[in-house]
């Protein structure tokens, strides 16, 4: 029996439709939803609006559940316990985004929805997909990607073949 890890991450939108990101400190560095685990007798929603705050300093509001993600695969290495991910659709209360907790995350940013930072992980380009398309309790698998080639991340926008990879998961 695999181990399963409950997380939370939200779909923050600002004005002009762009979505925040936070890149990671640690290994290559993805970009990646505000969020982080679900604690010992935490609900879903006050663990998103814990993380959100820790990472970003920002107050949001929950609107909805985009979806329930299964992040599965040995796309990273064998060993890693699937991740049970609730990804929430939120927006902020007014206050900027800043980088609020170094040791986990370097950068934070708002993106194109269409223009996503290179490499990005997949359950974020899927949750985003099905967030832009206006999707609401999604439930699905999504398989891990291979480990970028170089441990260098960018932000140069995601490569063609990915982009459309998250935009057919968006249209099912």
């Known amino acids: 029996m695999s181990l399963l890890t409950s997380a939370v991450a939200a779909v923050v939108t600002d004005a002009a439709g762009r979505v925040l990101l936070c890149q990671q400190s ?4 993805f970009w990646g939803l505000p969020g982080g685990k679900i ?3 935490e ?3 006050h663990a998103v609006i814990r993380d959100v705050r820790e990472e970003t300093g920002m107050e949001i509001e929950v609107i909805d559940l985009v979806g329930l993600y299964q992040l599965t695969g040995n796309g990273c290495g064998d060993g890693l316990p699937d991740v049970l ?4 659709r939120a927006t902020a209360n007014g206050s900027e985004a800043m980088v609020n907790a170094p040791g ?7 993106h194109d929805p269409d ?5 990005t992980t997949a ?3 899927t949750a ?4 832009m398309a206006g999707r609401a309790g999604v439930v699905c698998d999504v398989q891990r990607d291979q480990e970028p080639e170089t441990p260098e991340a960018t932000d140069t926008p995601i490569p063609a073949q990915a982009t459309a990879m998250a935009m057919s998961v968006g249209s099912q």
């Open 123 to 125: 359950t974020t380009r």
């Open 39 to 41: 604690r010992q007798g």
């Open 128 to 131: 985003i997909a099905h967030a």
């Open 26 to 29: 640690q290994g290559h560095r």
């Open 115 to 119: 223009a996503l930072p290179w490499p």
């Open 85 to 88: 991910m609730h990804v929430f």
């Open 104 to 110: 986990r995350i370097c950068a934070l940013a708002w």
């Open 43 to 45: 609900s879903p929603i």
